[in-house]
């Protein structure tokens, strides 16, 4: 090999190493860029939520004997503080006062499968939806409630100030509103009431091994004709004019396309409920 050769061989060689080394470079500095990208770092907010309705959120004892609120939602909320960088701190009340903490600014945004509700949106603002439900109708498999035309004249209970409780007026149903989702089970395994009305994951969840209580999905179609007006979703509220929306959409957006609402509603409700 001639001298000539060699050093063009040397030549390419560090050039190719020059290369390497600024490409390695570039992807430090974006790496660096996107530690740094988190455009809630160290901010702390407050979330109100209503932990009793299981599998989005509901309270759960830990193995050293505390408790706390799991779920769905909170996985939810969990991903978007994490990728965000934010932390909050967590008020668990009835669902009726959930709007209202918004208003009061005692809270900056909810997770607690909430529909986003034309009425509502008078109060507070919405986030993109992040779960497509179906709602359903639980009863005694003794005495069936098969749909609407069956719940007319009957004691059916659902959770006050929610779509649920607006279904049981649309029937002619006699109304057992009550302050959550475990009052409203209750009031059913013991006999009290002949139906509930909820959402049709909760219904899967909590009555699928029991077979003293029987479900079905009540459909949209038929309400809607009857006047009830439901989103059919859930999504995350906000104060009005809260800055908060678009980065929160943002990342349910990105959730979606990357896979992780998928996981998530497999981790807590099972393929069946996929969207």
Request: negative net charge.
């Amino acid at each position: 090999m001639s001298c000539a050769a060699s050093e063009r061989e040397v030549n390419f060689k560090m050039k190719k190493t020059l290369t390497l080394l600024a490409a390695a470079a570039v992807l430090l500095a974006a790496a660096g860029c996107a530690g740094a990208a988190k455009p809630l770092e160290g901010k702390k907010y407050v979330l109100a939520i209503n932990a009793t309705f299981s599998p989005y959120e509901f309270v759960q004892a830990d193995d050293s004997g505390g408790k706390k609120i799991v779920g769905f939602d909170i996985d939810v909320l969990n991903t978007i503080a994490e990728n965000l960088g934010f932390t909050y701190d967590l008020e668990d009340m009835n669902f009726s006062g959930l709007i209202g903490q918004l208003q009061s600014g005692r809270a900056d945004f909810v997770i607690s499968g909430m529909s986003p509700t034309e009425e509502r949106r008078k109060s507070v603002d919405f986030s993109v939806p992040y779960f497509h439900c179906k709602t359903a109708l639980v009863s005694p498999t003794a005495a069936p409630l098969k749909g609407l035309a069956d719940m007319k004249g009957k004691d059916i209970a659902a959770v006050f100030g929610t779509n649920y409780a607006n279904v049981i007026e649309i029937a002619g149903a006699r109304p057992q509103l009550l302050d959550n989702s475990v009052m409203v089970m209750q009031e059913l395994r013991s006999g009290r009431t002949d139906g509930i009305v909820m959402d049709a994951t909760q219904a899967y969840v909590n009555f699928k091994d029991d077979a003293a209580f029987t479900s079905v999905i009540l459909p949209a179609e038929e309400l809607e004709s009857k006047g009830w007006k439901q989103s059919g979703t859930f999504a995350i509220a906000f104060q009005k004019g809260s800055e908060l929306v678009p980065l929160f959409n943002q990342q349910i957006e990105q959730m979606e396309k990357d896979g992780t609402m998928k996981k998530l509603i497999v981790k807590w409700m099972g393929e069946s409920f996929l969207q």
